[in-house]
């Protein structure tokens, strides 16, 4: 948001917190002696080291837009961790030393939840939503000098969300100290109303606070510099009394190197605040040049050129790092998803952290900020509903006033599945949200997740939407097209396809809520949910129908919480859905979307895998998921034919199945064929031996000396050949030395109760990650993982 000048200051409160569980009893002004409280960083989640327990936050619900009839005991609803109640948060405000004629303010990106925020023990601000960014000036609170004190009280509601929310300060908080006269938080806003291959037109307006009648005239003067730091715009600005409090600067920029997800161009506009020949602040905006439209039976566009969202859900938690946000941890999710082909990401069902918003803006995703998952109809007993007659335009500005500078975002929607959908005069309530964005930002679109489709096209509601999104409807796009003014539809949630990594189920069906025994799903990707599909379903109507603008489908990663179908039947805690599990690692299903998505690199993947001791001369198909129009199936050498990808069905059209494959140990290989008929790929799996040893792959080999930097270390269980071993769950041990530490890790299993702060945990399918985190100091980190009969593995980082 901004830079460090003479007369700005922006402190990242990290270290030196002191936290507890509990209330605290007070007459108004809070007495805090944190001195027997636990020392944590922030960002924290203080739930995420568990325990785990099918009575932490229990719900005895029917969850309607599932087509459930009745109430029924949901036990892993919000991942079964310990979030529910109060918490506190305490820390000397020792950065700086505070001057007369100074301001402070205090950015909290997040806090879960009801954050009340205290200054030397008075009451300073607070919030209710805790996925929202908000700022408190604290200026009248603070003394003198670097005697002053920060607490915040946390409160975390049972049967408040549908996942796993979070909780504490597991985002980061921020202290800005400026000159009484300043730019305040969020006061810069750019647009880009002309643009073509000569120049653009930036406009760029700047709020000011503090100026009054009688005080020296203040200028602004504003650089734009491109991503090498160049000066490429120039602007020097007076404020009239007719102004008001806002400077608005007309800026060109030639020759603009646009943004789009394949060239993420970025630019920076610095301004600096004068009054007279005084610097009172310095205030940098990054930016990006684009155009997007939505366009009647044509969709959408990026710098004239049609195109569909290759997107995904994404929920806010980290896996086993829980909900506290981690720039690493989420470069690696975007690494991994740009890498699957995929170039937008919807932020389900809540207002995303900036880090993740600018890495968007840097690594080239676009995105869906999305601000709501309940208006005034519940879900959960204690929700968002309670919050949106009071809260919910000042939710609505905070996110649009945050984030609409940054060329990422390329739609704004202001709820998800809203049982108002259905309620009378519901079609009221989308033009209330919708005119708050258009009113703080009308250069972007709104758009929302609509499931009960009946009533949203029954009753206006549909039609109020700039983008009219459907949740789970390609069988009805057509029919909502036809009956909708807009000219196009959006997937905003698709295909909730179910599957647990490396798990394969006979025999190989289509099925819908399909439970088994050992909690766990088929990565055949044939099982989904009653009111979800098959990602084939919906890729069908994608290619077929050109007002159908593209897809974001459920979800990029698994999450904690929502473990249907088995959100009935403990000890399951995280969700199926994802196309990569809990720990990060694709399960077959990634390359199915892969082989779609990435058409710059050729993607040949086979499934299941080929150890079923027990299963010989029983039906096991195969499967390849490939972007090659053509295979042929080997087994021990014996061709089992040739498939050829064709429009008998929708499975048929975008994978190739040889289903009536018998199982014999040995070797399967897949030979692809390009479209001259040329054998240009292959493929090969072997049957594995007893487990013999550990492979470990780590996704960096060199991080920064942070305190902050990951690297996630993948740890397989194989064969003296170097097989997988793919049914091993061997118990593994982490011992970390040098200039790191460990941090978590994870093996994607949903019903699994292990602990990911611990450095042990059982291998799933043969496979874990474990994760170590850069020290401060330079220097190697040594992770060394053992098990009981296997040979150690060693893999280094380097520490710079």
């Not at 405000?93 to 205290?118: C, H, I, W």
């Not at 394969?504 to 055949?524: A, E, I, L, R, T």
């Not at 990634?590 to 086979?606: E, F, Q």
């Not at 001791?613 to 053509?630: C, D, K, L, W």
């Amino acid at each position: 948001m901004s830079t460090t000048a003479q007369v700005r200051k922006e402190y990242l409160l990290e270290n030196n917190w002191k936290f507890t569980r509990g209330d605290i009893k007070h007459d108004g002004a809070v007495r805090i002696n944190d001195k027997s409280w636990e020392t944590v960083s922030v960002p924290h989640d203080w739930a995420i080291k568990g325990p785990f327990s099918g009575n932490n936050d229990v719900q005895d619900v029917q969850i309607v837009q599932n087509g459930e009839t009745g109430k029924s005991l949901k036990s892993g609803r919000t991942g079964g961790l310990p979030f529910v109640g109060i918490g506190w948060y305490s820390r000397k405000l020792n950065e700086a030393s505070f001057k007369p004629g100074q301001r402070a303010v205090l950015l909290f990106d997040g806090a879960m939840s009801y954050p009340t925020v205290y200054i030397n023990g008075q009451e300073a601000g607070h919030w209710a939503y805790g996925y929202n960014s908000f700022s408190i000036d604290i200026t009248s609170f603070i003394k003198p000098g670097l005697n002053n004190t920060l607490a915040v009280r946390l409160e975390n509601l049972p049967e408040a969300s549908r996942w796993y929310p979070g909780a504490g300060l597991y985002r980061n908080v921020h202290l800005i100290v400026t000159d009484d006269i300043h730019v305040p938080v969020w006061g810069s806003y750019i647009t880009t109303p002309v643009v073509n291959k000569e120049f653009a037109r930036v406009t760029l307006k700047t709020k000011v606070e503090g100026g009054s009648e009688g005080v020296t005239p203040l200028r602004l003067v504003t650089e734009i510099k491109d991503a090498k730091g160049n000066k490429v715009s120039f602007a020097n600005s007076s404020l009239s009394v007719t102004d008001g409090d806002q400077f608005e600067q007309q800026l060109i920029v030639n020759k603009p190197v646009l943004w789009s997800p394949e060239s993420p161009n970025l630019y920076t506009a610095v301004s600096k605040l004068y009054a007279g020949d005084v610097l009172k602040d310095e205030y940098s905006t990054t930016f990006g040049i684009r155009t997007i439209k939505f366009e009647p039976g044509k969709g959408f566009s990026l710098n004239g050129t049609y195109r569909k969202f290759k997107g995904v859900c994404n929920h806010h938690d980290l896996g086993p790092l829980g909900a506290a946000i981690n720039v690493a941890a989420l470069k690696r999710q975007l690494t991994l998803l740009k890498d699957m082909g995929c170039d937008a990401i919807r932020t389900s069902h809540n207002m995303p952290a900036p880090e993740l918003v600018k890495l968007c803006d840097e690594m080239g995703f676009m995105l869906m900020v999305e601000s709501f998952d309940e208006w005034k109809s519940p879900k959960v007993k204690n929700g968002y509903s309670h919050l949106f007659d009071e809260w919910a335009e000042k939710d609505m500005v905070n996110m649009v006033q945050r984030d609409r500078n940054n060329p990422s975002v390329v739609m704004w929607s202001i709820g998800n599945e809203v049982p108002d959908q259905g309620a009378v005069n519901g079609n009221k309530l989308v033009t209330l949200l919708q005119d708050i964005c258009h009113r703080e930002d009308p250069t972007r679109p709104v758009t929302m997740g609509m499931d009960r489709i009946d009533n949203a096209l029954n009753n206006n509601f549909a039609s109020a939407v700039d983008i009219p999104g459907f949740n789970y409807k390609p069988a009805r796009y057509e029919e909502a097209n036809r009956r909708l003014p807009q000219g196009f539809i959006l997937g905003t949630e698709t295909a909730s396809t179910v599957s647990s990594r490396g798990v394969y189920k006979f025999p190989v069906q289509f099925f819908k809520n399909k439970v088994y025994g050992d909690n766990q799903s088929s990565s055949y990707d044939f099982e989904s949910c009653t009111w979800s599909q098959i990602p084939d379903d919906e890729f069908v109507k994608q290619d077929d129908m050109q007002y159908v603008i593209g897809e974001f489908v459920w979800t990029g990663f698994d999450y904690l919480g929502e473990p249907t179908p088995y959100d009935e039947k403990w000890p399951s805690h995280s969700s199926y859905f994802g196309i990569l599990d809990l720990a990060g690692m694709p399960k077959d299903r990634y390359y199915l979307y892969r082989s779609k998505w990435n058409t710059d690199k050729p993607t040949l993947h086979i499934l299941p895998h080929w150890t079923f001791p027990g299963r010989e001369g029983q039906v096991t198909p195969v499967f390849a998921y490939t972007n090659y129009p053509s295979a042929e199936l080997f087994v021990n050498g014996k061709s089992m034919g040739r498939q050829l990808k064709n429009n008998s069905s929708s499975t048929s059209r975008y994978r190739l199945m040889w289903n009536d494959v018998k199982y014999e140990a040995g070797t399967i290989k897949v030979v692809a064929y390009d479209q001259s008929g040329k054998a240009i790929a292959e493929e090969v799996v072997h049957t594995a031996g007893k487990p013999d040893h550990l492979v470990l792959e780590a996704d960096k080999k060199e991080l920064i000396a942070d305190g902050k930097d990951l690297s996630y270390v993948t740890v397989k269980v194989v064969d003296k050949d170097g097989n997988l071993c793919p049914d091993a769950s061997n118990e593994l041990s982490f011992k970390v030395s040098g200039a790191g530490k460990f941090k978590v890790t994870a093996n994607g299993d949903a019903s699994s109760l292990e602990l990911f702060h611990l450095p042990h945990m059982k291998t799933f399918q043969g496979m874990l990650v474990a994760t170590v985190q850069a020290g401060t100091a330079p220097g190697k980190i040594t992770l060394n993982v053992s098990g009981k009969g296997l040979k150690t593995g060693v893999v280094q980082v380097d520490v710079k």
